[in-house]
């Protein structure tokens, strides 16, 4: 009858199990929606000027820092594909700051998507593991390494500690990891909550203690905006 049925469906409501399998099945849609998103062209470049910004206005991380990072990243690189030792090759400041920047956790291209889909190739534009998203999603972490790298570095250069690197780079560029179970269940509700919920309080905090970069991050952009204004109206004259 109706009524067993009910029963039974209101028995199966209150199953930890079956809420598990909903649950499931409702992470692995928005891991799917996400690695397109954080793939984009348009979230590599946002992520990009956004984090060279936030450097720049918290600690002053300027051109000369992401070269002296850069430089060292590469021999770095090389050393490891070689099979090599790095170590030696690389000052203390840059070892202390790769260390800094491993434990300050994933960055979001990386810690937005489950690890253990993307453990998965595939040619299939509709899995999540695919090969152009999973390309895209590597440049992407790489853009946050060199800024996460940068910053680190900049912090050991000047004799700061490796604690001090970390909580540096957790500070500006999140841990994307390390989060509790509030993070895990809103996030299924506000897809980018661990990225809204540090970032606002981080923009309030650096508008009223470093307003000065903000004004001049706004003159540079009027003034981009200017030129390329005199450009156009020059190819129309």
Known sequence: TWLVDAMASSAKMRDPKEWDGLIGAWDKVQNYVKSWQVASPGFVARNAYGGVFNNYAAYGVGPRDYVAF?????KYRKAVSAG?????L???????ALDAVGAS???QAAGEVSRNLL???SLNPLRTSNSYTR???NRSEDVETFLRGALA????RQGGSFDEAVQAVERIHFNYIDINGFDRGIKRVIPYWVFTSRNVPLQLDLMTSRPQKFLNAIRAKEAIEDVAQLALGARHV
Request: no cysteine.
């Open 70 to 74: 850069i430089r060292d990243y590469t």
């Open 84 to 88: 090599g030792d790095w170590r030696g």
């Open 90 to 96: 690389v000052d203390k400041d840059f070892e202390k």
């Open 105 to 107: 956790g994933w960055g």
């Open 119 to 121: 453990a998965r190739k």
């Open 135 to 137: 390309s895209l999603r």
């Open 153 to 156: 570095h900049k912090i050991t």
